[in-house]
C-alpha cells in the first residue's frame, strides 16, 4: 500500500494560511534559496501522483503547465488527482478528476502501485485530510515569519513522531513527521 504525504506550508506560529486580507506568500525568498528548490524538486519528483483540491489544482495549472527546470519537470510529468465534487475544466496534462466520498477515493489511490500520493494541500483539503486520518507522513514546510492569526492546518490535537528536520540558507524549514505509531524506516 502506498502512503499518503502531506507537503504543507505554515507559518511559524502554525497557520496554514494567513487571516483575510494579509498577503499569503510563505516563501518570500523561495525562488533565491537553491537548497530549498532542490530539495522541493527532490519530494516534488518522488511522488507517484500529485493530489490537490480544485482551487489549488486551478492554481497550479496556470502555473507549471509554462514553467521549466526539474520542480516543473516532476509537476508536468507526474500523474494529477483532482479532489473536487463540482465539474472542473482539466487543461493540465495526465490529470484526473476524483469526486467520490475523500476517504474512498484516497484507500482506491493507496491500493494502487506506484510511487507516494504527494497532496498538496489547501487548507480545506489539508484539513479534511488530517480530519479523516488519511495522512501516512507529513512534510511541513515552515517560512521565517509569524501570521498571528489565519487557519490552522489542525483542526484538533495531533500527535506526530519527528523524522527528519532541515533548514536552508533564507530561514526555512523541512520537518518530516509520520503517525506515532508508524514503524521506523
Known amino acids: 500500500m502506498r502512503p499518503l504525504i502531506l507537503r504543507h506550508s505554515l507559518s511559524l506560529d502554525g497557520y496554514s494560511a494567513p487571516p483575510p486580507g494579509m498577503r499569503e506568500d510563505l516563501f518570500p525568498e523561495y525562488d533565491e534559496d537553491e537548497e530549498f528548490i532542490a530539495h522541493m524538486?527532490?519530494?516534488?519528483?518522488?511522488?507517484g501522483v500529485h493530489a490537490m483540491g480544485a482551487r489549488t489544482y486551478r492554481d497550479m495549472a496556470g502555473h507549471w503547465p509554462f514553467q521549466d527546470g526539474p520542480e516543473a519537470e516532476a509537476m508536468n510529468s507526474i500523474p494529477k488527482v483532482v479532489f473536487s465534487r463540482s465539474p472542473l475544466d482539466t487543461p493540465w496534462a495526465r490529470t484526473t478528476v476524483c469526486s467520490?466520498?475523500?476517504a474512498t477515493e484516497?484507500?482506491?489511490l493507496k491500493a494502487e502501485h506506484g510511487g507516494p500520493i504527494l497532496a498538496h494541500g489547501g487548507v480545506r483539503l489539508?484539513?479534511?485530510l488530517v480530519r479523516g486520518d488519511l495522512v501516512d507522513e507529513y512534510h511541513l514546510l515552515v517560512g521565517p515569519f509569524?501570521?498571528?492569526g489565519g487557519s490552522p492546518l489542525f483542526?484538533?490535537?495531533t500527535r506526530l513522531k519527528l523524522i527528519d528536520v532541515r533548514k536552508f540558507p533564507k530561514g526555512n524549514l523541512a520537518l518530516r513527521y509520520s503517525r506515532p505509531d508508524a514503524v521506523s524506516s
Open 100 to 102: 467520490g466520498d475523500l
Open 155 to 157: 483542526p484538533e490535537v
Open 106 to 108: 484516497v484507500a482506491r
Open 41 to 47: 524538486a527532490a519530494l516534488l519528483g518522488s511522488a
Open 126 to 128: 489539508a484539513q479534511a
Open 146 to 148: 509569524a501570521y498571528g
